[in-house]
């Protein structure tokens, strides 16, 4: 090794100490990056992990919804006492007896629905009589006519209470109580299209969900469906209170109260009871959605037919009337 004078080695030796300075610098800035790699990739993999897990949640939420709606849909039968049992029982005799006393020979199945005749029934007892539920043909889907402006009436009530609008709002030319009032009383359909075309179907789809309706019900343009059991379901959450404050409850009462087409369910029980109700009409279709206040007990009645008549749904209605009362 040659020799070194002083100064040589003090330039040796701070060129190796810059050199090994560089170095730790080096693998500190390498390892900075390292340490933020690996952190970014954490953070990529838990937002990945969250957005599965919400995904996932998000499907368990849906599963768990329809089985809410299933067993919405099925607790009629969960709750079916002997009194209900022998209605269930008696009533396929019943609806043939009927449709013989009103000339019609031949009732159809419900393969073929919409084109044959048919009927469904869900009954629900809601006062403290004990009489339990009866479901015949609840879940099957019919044409809705305007049983679904329930569902509007709701939604409307919603946006009063809410704040975003009040009863004097303006709405297709005249005021939301106006509108309100013509959709019940007069069925009138100008009002509840003129509400979903500026709020979307969509939305009532959603809604409905929400409120723990059947897959069965469904809103399109031209073509509203729905069962019985979810009118049965809308009206039970009526009349528990479920939807809409004390003063808008009673509101929607009176007008479902005096609704001009009392030909079914209020001709069918008379003068036993104060009839509550939302019928609905369309080509074959004749419904009636009711809730029932009579002496002896509350119950709610929703009858959906295709091919058969107001006549029948008054006469059905009777029996069924009679048959809670026993």
């Known amino acids: 090794m040659a020799y070194e004078t002083r100064r040589e080695r003090r330039l040796r030796r701070e060129a190796e100490q810059r050199a090994a300075a560089r170095t ?49 849909n099925k607790s009629a039968e969960q709750n079916v006492t002997p009194r209900a049992q022998e209605i269930i029982a008696a009533l396929p005799n019943k609806i043939t007896e009927i449709n013989g006393n009103l000339g019609i020979k031949e009732r159809s199945s419900l393969t073929n629905l919409p084109t044959n005749t048919s009927t469904a029934v869900v009954i629900i007892d809601v006062s403290d009589k004990g009489r339990g539920s009866a479901n015949y043909n609840g879940s099957v889907q019919f044409t809705s006519a305007s049983t679904y402006k329930l569902w509007v009436a709701y939604m409307m009530v919603r946006d009063v209470e809410s704040g975003r609008r009040t009863w004097n709002s303006r709405i297709n030319g005249t005021t939301w109580d106006n509108c309100f009032t013509k959709m019940i009383v007069n069925s009138d359909n100008v009002c509840p299209e003129t509400y979903l075309s500026a709020n979307g179907y969509d939305k009532l789809d959603q809604t409905v969900a929400k409120l723990g309706m059947s897959g069965q019900t469904v809103f399109t343009p031209g073509n509203m469906r729905t069962s019985a059991s979810d009118l049965a379901l809308i009206l039970q959450k009526l009349y528990k209170g479920e939807l809409m404050n004390e003063e808008n409850k009673n509101k929607l009462y009176g007008l479902m109260s005096r609704q001009q087409f009392r030909q079914g369910i209020p001709t069918g029980v008379g003068d036993k009871a104060v009839v509550y109700d939302k019928i609905g009409w369309l080509d074959e279709i004749v419904n009636d959605a009711a809730i029932v206040h009579g002496g002896k007990g509350d119950y709610i009645l929703v009858i959906m037919t295709n091919g058969e008549s107001w006549q029948y749904v008054a006469q059905l209605a009777a029996w069924i009337n009679t048959e809670m009362n026993k």
Do not use: D, M, P
Not at 25 to 40: D, G, P, Q, T, W
Not at 45 to 62: C, D, N, V, W, Y
């Open 24 to 72: 730790r610098l080096n693998a500190f800035f390498a390892a900075v990056l390292l340490i933020a790699l690996f952190v970014f990739i954490v953070i990529y993999l838990s937002h990945q992990r969250i957005e599965f897990s919400g995904e996932k949640s998000t499907a368990k939420s849906t599963r768990q919804s329809f089985g809410a709606n299933e067993a919405n």
